[in-house]
């Protein structure tokens, strides 16, 4: 399998946002897959949705989305792709693991499994 910068950037943002979403997720799941609907499947809603968008806006360096843009993220899996497609095309960049650790240890989750 060729790795294309995309699908490099995508597996290097996926544990993040795994972790990150079942830590804020207010649905505790054991596990949190990208399968898992955000508001369905985890019970978020908008102010968990905006909690998420800004701690991955400031962790990458993502520029805001539009309303018609977040609406289109449903699963998990679609917040990945987009994080790992603005990382693959320069418009955001991957954070260093030790601001990783220092955004998740504010919710003092640690090293937990994702």
Same mark, same amino acid.
């Given at each position: 399998?060729?790795?294309?910068?995309?699908?490099?950037?995508?597996?290097?943002?996926?544990?993040?946002?795994?972790?990150?979403?079942?830590?804020?997720?207010?649905?505790?799941?054991? &596990? %949190?897959?990208?399968?898992?609907?955000?508001?369905?499947?985890?019970?978020?809603?908008? @102010?968990? $949705? #905006?909690e998420l968008g800004y701690n991955l806006e400031d962790l990458y360096g993502l520029r805001s989305l539009t309303p018609e843009e977040a609406m289109k993220l449903e699963r998990?899996?679609?917040?990945?792709?987009?994080?790992?497609? &603005? %990382?693959?095309?320069?418009?955001?960049?991957?954070?260093?693991?030790?601001?990783?650790? @220092?955004? $998740? #240890?504010?919710?003092?989750?640690?090293?937990?499994?994702?």
């Amino acid at each position: 399998m060729t790795h294309t910068p995309a699908a490099s950037a995508t597996e290097a943002v996926a544990p993040v946002v795994l972790r990150m979403t079942r830590l804020i997720a207010p649905r505790k799941l054991p &596990e %949190v897959t990208p399968e898992h609907r955000l508001i369905g499947d985890l019970g978020f809603h908008s @102010l968990v $949705l #905006a909690e998420l968008g800004y701690n991955l806006e400031d962790l990458y360096g993502l520029r805001s989305l539009t309303p018609e843009e977040a609406m289109k993220l449903e699963r998990v899996g679609d917040v990945i792709g987009f994080v790992g497609a &603005e %990382v693959a095309a320069g418009r955001a960049q991957l954070p260093a693991d030790d601001e990783v650790e @220092l955004l $998740l #240890a504010r919710y003092d989750i640690g090293d937990s499994p994702v």
